[in-house]
């Protein structure tokens, strides 16, 4: 079983190849493999690729500081960022409007 600092240089490690556009290895973990089945099943945009990943590797690597045994999929950071989003929406009284 990896630690949580492993988990983390192995995620960052996955999610750097990706970036590069080649991942090079040819063995891994069962977690990484479930990763990016997820994200590939997540079909992101294109234009917001990238944000979106440099977002969900920062609440990665908190998920992991908190204790976690593994990484958040992404699929699940982007269920809990729309219920934030939408939580948030409901707390906002009806006439006012969001700050840009």
């Known amino acids: 079983m990896e630690d949580g600092e492993q988990l983390l240089v192995r995620f960052n490690r996955l999610v750097r190849e990706l970036e590069q556009g080649a991942i090079t290895r040819n ?12 994200m590939d099943a997540c079909d992101l945009r294109s234009l917001r690729k990238w944000q979106v990943l440099r977002q969900y590797q920062k609440a990665v690597r908190r998920h992991l500081e ?35």
């Open 27 to 38: 063995c891994f973990k069962p977690w990484e493999i479930e990763l990016l089945l997820d």
């Open 66 to 100: 908190n204790g976690a045994s593994r990484p958040l999929k992404l699929s699940e950071y982007l269920r809990r960022k729309l219920a934030r989003r939408s939580q948030a929406g409901a707390a906002r009284p009806s006439g006012a409007r969001a700050a840009s």
